[in-house]
């Protein structure tokens, strides 16, 4: 049987963070929690989209900025932590190599600027080794390294 038709995978979401508060969404699988993601970021691809509410941040809509705007806020001022950090790490680039390119998609700043800053994030998640570590690939990495590394992606 095939379905039409519109199906909401949300609806009637709502919450407030003030300054430096964080929230943690957690649900059945299947639930919407990834959709609230990418709802937020602005990042439901076709042909999904958002068709009521709104998201604001610092008291502007988020919903229509261009995207080179939304990317200055995207992984810089709001970011989305997925449950699987082996899915959210590229196999065949390094960790350094990853957190330097999310570094440099956001801020402008000299790679080896942006290097220096990434070693600080695995150090202030206390990953052992952390200058080790920016040079090997995730699947030579324990569940706890990849989980801070994937928690620092956020930049």
């Known amino acids: 049987m095939v379905c039409s038709g519109a ?4 609806r009637d979401i709502n919450f407030t963070l003030e300054r430096g508060e ?21 990042l439901i691809s076709q042909p999904g989209r ?22 200055t806020i995207r992984g810089n001022r709001i970011a989305m932590i997925f449950q699987d950090p082996m899915m ?15 570094l440099l998609a956001h801020r402008e700043i000299s790679k080896s600027a942006a290097r220096k800053i990434a070693l600080q994030k695995l150090m202030q998640v206390q990953i ?7 040079d090997q690939y995730p699947m030579n990495y324990q569940a706890v390294c990849v989980s801070g590394s994937s928690l620092r992606l956020a930049c």
């Open 22 to 42: 964080r929230i943690g969404v957690v649900g059945e699988s299947g639930a919407g929690k990834s959709v609230l993601g990418f709802s937020i970021l602005n």
């Open 88 to 102: 959210t790490l590229n196999p065949v680039l390094t960790i350094g190599d990853q957190m330097v390119e999310c």
């Open 50 to 71: 958002i068709t009521g509410g709104d998201v604001r941040f610092e008291g502007k809509s988020l919903q229509n900025l261009e995207d080179k705007d939304m990317r």
């Open 128 to 134: 052992p080794s952390p200058e080790k570590r920016l």
């Open 7 to 10: 199906v909401k995978a949300l």
